[in-house]
């Protein structure tokens, strides 16, 4: 099915409808129950989300435990680096169980409408509860869709942020294609990724930790081998920091930088579409 935003430039569309559990979607968007959809995740997608669906009573958990608390610090730097003089429109992609889109609401009174996207629809109610519990239910909007063809209209956002996603997506280069499209002109990209640290020692010390501190720990936390060996795998094979600003600008964004977090073991990206 080719990716297409919905004919209706004002209205917010999902991917595939849930099944079961379904998700309460609620927001100052309606999403209608057979609406416009992008295309149907393919199998390697569908997988991820379905990883994520199984160990989503412990991520956050372990999100803390695994960086020792440094992922309130990494969002936090993202949430800050958003501009606060002007009414916003923010789309949190992979927003998984809403820890990022939670802190851009809190510390940016200034989002009127925020939508969080996942492929995953246990992260999805996830993040449902915990928007409740924050009483922002009324600026978020859930969507489950693919974050490569989500069907959202074009230049919709102001700004797009994805935390610790794109690493996880079948094709990172659309991805980034998807983010430009529904980014309005003069919009900005706030990416966190994890990247490996370029100091040779610390790199070496940290490809351990990944190797075998990861799995272990979140194993015995989350009762899921796979689910942890797979996501130190997908750090290790992750494009380098240069590499993917080259790649942010080949998918179209301009002024792109990166910011090393807590000695390069992660990054924040952003770029503008002008």
Known sequence: MQCRPSSDPGAITSGPRPTKPRTNWFGPAALPPDGEAGARPGANWCGVGRMFDRIVRTYSLLN??????????????????????????????????????????????????AVGLDISENMLAACQRKIAGYKFTDRVTLVYADAACTGLPDESFDVVTMGFGIRNTPDVFKTLTEIHRVLKPRGTAFILEFSLPPNRIL???????????????????????????????TIESFYRIEDFCDLMRKAGFSGVRAEPLTFGVVSLYKGAKL
């Open 64 to 113: 803390h435990i695994l960086s020792f608390g440094r992922d309130f610090s990494w969002r936090r730097t993202l949430a800050d680096a958003l501009d606060k003089d002007r009414e916003l429109k923010v789309l949190d992609m992979a927003t998984g169980a809403g820890d990022l889109l939670v802190s851009l609401l809190r510390r940016n009174p200034n989002i009127a409408q």
């Open 203 to 233: 790199r070496r010390i940290y490809l351990v930790y990944l190797r075998y501190f990861v799995p272990l720990v979140g194993c015995l936390i989350s009762r899921d081998r796979t689910a942890y060996r797979y996501l130190n795998k």
